[in-house]
């Protein structure tokens, strides 16, 4: 059984680029949710996505924006990235909203 | 926002200690979480605690929800070497998993 797996592991982009980084859930999960993660910090909630809709939003600028697709897995996109956006990204899934997450090894952005 | 403070920020203790760490939120939480990060992965739950007062072992592990939903702590006795890593509390609103406020995490070092 798959737990949640996320690639790429590791990005380099240059600022202003924009980047695309993709989540698949653990099996039988429904539920994704992103979160950042700067270094020396714990994550910080993105968004969550359940029934290929934007459920729940942290407070991330409109650079942030996701989808998800019929089979549950999910992608994150920031466009004109900044330097501050360097971190590593997170992925969670669940069942629902109501059960606990599960969370992937995370893909590591960094911007140059 | 919501903060949560979470302490010590770094721990270095001989193998065989017990340790304590805690979070305090300026919020009420309606889910206590306790998470372990190794080098390269996901936070991985450790314990959930669901209402206030509850106490939850796992193992050697022992976490707390605090009685006014504000704070929580977690216990490792007889500490062992692949005890090391990144301990993080997280707390929920409304029984929402995925949108969980993290601490900045304890560091813990353990000798042999």
């Known amino acids: 059984d798959a737990g949640v797996t996320q690639s790429p592991t590791h990005l380099i982009k240059t600022r202003g680029q924009q980047v695309t980084l993709r989540c698949s859930p653990k099996?039988?999960?429904?539920?994704v949710s992103w979160y950042q993660q700067a270094l020396g910090q714990g994550p910080q909630f993105i968004f969550q996505?359940?029934?290929?809709?934007?459920?729940q939003r942290g407070n991330f600028p409109d650079r942030f924006s996701g989808h998800q697709f019929p089979n549950y897995s999910s992608e994150l996109n920031v466009n004109a990235l900044l330097l501050g956006d360097s971190a590593l990204y997170l992925c969670?899934?669940?069942?629902?909203?109501?059960?606990?997450?599960?969370f992937g090894p995370g893909t590591r952005l960094l911007v140059l | 926002g919501q903060q949560l403070n979470q302490s010590p920020q770094s721990m270095f203790i001989q193998e065989g200690e017990d340790v304590s760490m805690n979070c305090t939120s300026s919020?009420?939480?309606?889910?206590w979480l306790w998470y372990k990060q190794d080098p390269g992965e996901g936070p991985v739950l450790l314990i959930a605690?669901?209402?206030?007062?509850e106490l939850t072992s796992n193992g050697r592990l022992t976490a707390q929800f605090g009685i006014t939903r504000k704070d929580s702590f977690l216990n490792i006795s007889a500490s062992i070497p692949s005890d090391v890593g990144i301990y993080f509390c997280?707390?929920?609103?409304?029984?929402?998993?995925?949108?969980?406020?993290f601490g900045d995490g304890t560091t813990l070092t353990v000798k042999p």
């Open positions: 969670a899934s669940s069942v629902g909203t109501l059960e606990t997450q599960y």
């Open positions: 099996s039988g999960h429904d539920t």
């Open positions: 996505y359940y029934e290929e809709e934007e459920r």
């Open positions: 919020s009420i939480f309606n889910t």
């Open positions: 605690l669901y209402k206030a007062g």
């Open positions: 997280a707390g929920e609103e409304n029984t929402n998993a995925g949108k969980s406020t």
